[in-house]
């Protein structure tokens, strides 16, 4: 029959297993260079090389096929035909008529004067008005165009996201599955143990209660990845059934742009070199385009003190005859219309006044736009670099004083000085750290996330 010393030693083998460094955070930890590029959970197989390489494909794949931007497309093509067909002349108007016609008899050939006249009337449009409303409506279909831009960034944003969540918990699963299987042997061997009297009733019932915890964190932990795929479905349907998310974002176009602006030694990133960057940015470009338009419009609102003209050309056939007897010739008669803004203090300088207002608002729209991302991407990039030193603490001070903890417990509990009980709750709390460095590391990523999105850099 098996020793309790026996026992105790086999039960701390098992524990150790169970309760170890995460080879996958523990990996990572030894590969760190600096608090400001911290590396992925790294994996030496080919299939991971591949998932990693399907998310760039999935949200290309998504934007081809996002119906948003069909809409956004479709409603530009809309504004640039409606401002080429508000560009053109009014259409010409036909006037037929008769006149000189006498009340008493009606007759067409009666008098000299009665005549049977057709014209055509014609009216320009006021200055460069019609020229001005084309461009106007350029710039707003081109404004809407741009957010195209500005969608595409947020499917990559969104999708990235939701990819980072999974990463997160399928890492996290794969260690509690692992411990749940060293759980579900350690609970056999103490089963076994008690039946012959080595262990007491209140170790196997510790082991069970771990057991089923860890059962429960996973149901928690499979209800998360549930949800993030069925997000991800939004965009890009049935394939986010099939979707294994087991490595990280690479994030090397966003390191290129904000590594050079970082200063390392005070941990103040320099941000004049990102306002150009910024400027760019597609929801920057939406508005510019909307002020362009703006501007167009204090153009049209000066057009309107300019007069506007009309032509009309009528031709008259008269059917009586001179008092002489002689053929009286038909008449042709032209006019010139006019319209002269003479009264423009409550109509023409209203409409300027107002169109010079709503320039003013949209400028002011862009520069309140830049100065909010301006202050998202510094607050984003104070979380980066506070996040990557807590990351560093984790894996240099809390982990292994963790690890310190349980192998201390561990000898207590061969020796008989400490408990299962206790041996477990330090082993439990090791494990606790560890999937908080992950969580850490999640959030850097996220961090990651949004600086690529404010800086237009997937």
């Known amino acids: 029959m098996s020793t309790p010393r026996t026992v105790h030693a086999l039960s701390m083998t098992l524990l150790l297993g169970l309760f170890g460094p995460q080879p996958a955070f523990a990996h990572a930890s030894e590969n760190a260079s600096s608090s400001s590029d911290i590396p992925r959970s790294i994996s030496t197989s080919t299939e991971t090389?591949?998932?990693?390489?399907?998310?760039?494909?999935?949200?290309?794949?998504?934007?081809?096929?996002?119906?948003?931007?069909?809409?956004?497309?479709?409603?530009?093509?809309?504004?640039?035909?409606?401002?080429?067909?508000?560009?053109?002349?009014?259409?010409?108007?036909?006037?037929?008529?008769?006149g000189g016609l006498p009340v008493d008899s009606f007759r067409l050939?009666?008098?000299?004067?009665?005549?049977?006249?057709?014209?055509?009337?014609?009216?320009?449009?006021?200055?460069?008005?019609?020229a001005l409303k084309n461009q106007q409506s350029q710039y707003l279909a081109d404004s809407v165009r741009n957010q195209t831009g500005v969608r595409t960034l947020a499917i990559s944003k969104a999708m990235t996201e939701q990819w980072i969540e999974l990463v997160y918990h399928q890492h996290v699963q794969q260690k509690m599955v692992q411990n749940k299987k060293l759980l579900n042997t350690l609970v056999q061997y103490l089963s076994t143990n008690y039946g012959v009297g080595v262990n007491q009733a209140q170790d196997l019932?510790?082991?069970?209660?771990?057991?089923?915890?860890?059962?429960?964190?996973?149901?928690?932990?499979?209800?998360?990845?549930?949800?993030?795929?069925?997000?991800?479905?939004?965009?890009?349907?049935?394939?986010?059934?099939?979707?294994?998310?087991?490595?990280?974002?690479?994030?090397?176009?966003?390191?290129?742009?904000?590594?050079?602006?970082?200063?390392?030694?005070?941990?103040?990133?320099?941000?004049?070199?990102?306002?150009?960057?910024?400027?760019?940015?597609?929801?920057?470009?939406v508005v510019d385009a909307q002020l362009q338009s703006a501007q167009t419009g204090i153009a049209i609102?000066?057009?309107?003190?300019?007069?506007?003209?009309?032509?009309?050309?009528?031709?008259?056939?008269?059917?009586?005859?001179?008092?002489?007897?002689?053929?009286?010739?038909?008449?042709?008669?032209?006019?010139?219309?006019?319209?002269?803004?003479?009264?423009?203090?409550?109509?023409?300088?209203?409409?300027?006044?107002?169109?010079?207002?709503q320039a003013g608002a949209v400028r002011t729209q862009r520069d309140l736009l830049i100065q909010q991302m301006q202050a998202q991407v510094q607050a984003t990039l104070a979380d980066r670099t506070y996040l990557a030193e807590r990351l560093q603490r984790y894996r240099q001070a809390l982990q292994p004083q963790a690890r310190a903890k349980t192998q201390a417990v561990e000898r207590g509990y061969q020796n008989t000085t400490s408990s299962l009980d206790e041996y477990i709750k330090a082993a439990s709390d090791e494990l606790t750290i560890a999937i908080e460095q992950a969580r850490i590391e999640a959030d850097w990523q996220q961090a990651n996330n949004t600086l690529a999105y404010l800086l237009n850099s997937y």
Request: aromatic share 6%; charged share 20%.
């Open 49 to 98: 090389a591949d998932a990693a390489e399907s998310l760039p494909r999935l949200i290309q794949w998504a934007i081809s096929h996002d119906l948003a931007q069909q809409q956004l497309n479709l409603q530009a093509d809309a504004l640039s035909e409606q401002g080429i067909a508000s560009s053109q002349w009014m259409d010409p108007k036909l006037k037929v008529g008769v």
């Open 109 to 130: 050939d009666e008098d000299p004067m009665t005549n049977l006249s057709v014209g055509l009337m014609q009216q320009f449009g006021r200055g460069d008005t019609l």
């Open 205 to 285: 019932i510790q082991a069970e209660l771990q057991v089923h915890r860890i059962d429960d964190q996973l149901n928690a932990n499979q209800q998360q990845q549930q949800r993030r795929l069925a997000l991800l479905s939004e965009w890009i349907g049935d394939q986010a059934r099939t979707i294994q998310a087991t490595q990280y974002p690479q994030w090397a176009a966003l390191t290129a742009v904000v590594n050079p602006q970082v200063n390392t030694r005070n941990h103040n990133p320099a941000t004049q070199p990102f306002v150009a960057r910024l400027a760019a940015h597609p929801a920057i470009t």
């Open 301 to 357: 609102a000066e057009e309107a003190y300019q007069p506007q003209f009309g032509v009309e050309v009528m031709y008259a056939h008269r059917q009586a005859d001179r008092m002489d007897g002689s053929t009286a010739p038909d008449l042709v008669s032209a006019y010139l219309t006019l319209d002269i803004p003479l009264f423009t203090d409550k109509r023409q300088d209203k409409a300027l006044s107002a169109a010079q207002y």
